[in-house]
């Protein structure tokens, strides 16, 4: 991951959330990063058009979905590098994987808990951004800056000024103990 010009993340259905959130820690301190959540006809296209800068990572859960089954076939058919972070060394994933990381996930009812997956991929980008070092530091920096810039952020305990919808000008609401001006 580390020498990859380009991170694609491909988790589906009940893990799409957990893909999502994987682009967006790694890619504050990796540039390049993209998660796709669902398949559909482009996303061979954009496999197609991978080279040797390219690394798709997948997540990949029971029920395992057939199309991201189909995809990292496809994938693998050109050579592209594959890491996966699944379940068991009996995913439908690990014979196309060239790197593969285990994280229990538990089906605890209709859908799977996430908490190991989660865990296992706050240690990589944890383990990313050492390697990465100045790198790393420089860009999260930089993302710092620009949060900060454009006050993205509010610190607990500070007034919060809202803009809500549908509020007169000049009139101030409250809203769960937090005072807006809308």
Do not use: W
Not at 50 to 58: E, H, P, S
């Amino acid at each position: 991951l580390a020498k990859a010009e380009r991170v694609h993340i491909f988790g589906f259905r009940y893990v799409a959330g957990l893909a999502m959130y994987f682009a967006y820690a790694l890619g504050k301190i990796k540039p390049n990063v993209l998660a796709f959540t669902q398949a559909d006809s482009s996303l061979y296209d954009r496999i197609r058009l991978m080279d040797r800068g390219d690394v798709v990572v997948v997540l990949a859960f029971p029920r395992y979905p057939a199309d991201l089954v189909a995809l990292v076939r496809y994938a693998h058919g050109f050579g592209i590098r594959i890491l996966a972070i699944t379940d068991s060394p009996l995913s439908p994933i690990l014979p196309m994987s060239e790197v593969a990381l285990f994280a229990k996930s538990d089906l605890l009812d209709f859908v799977g808990s996430m908490a190991a997956p989660a865990a296992l991929i706050n240690c990589v980008v944890s383990e990313l951004s050492q390697r990465l070092g100045g790198r790393a530091l420089e860009r999260l920096r930089t993302l710092e800056d620009a949060a900060s810039s454009a006050g993205i952020y509010v610190r607990s305990g500070s007034p919060f000024k809202a803009q809500l919808a549908g509020g007169e000008n000049g009139r101030v609401h409250t809203v769960k103990g937090v005072r807006g001006q809308g």
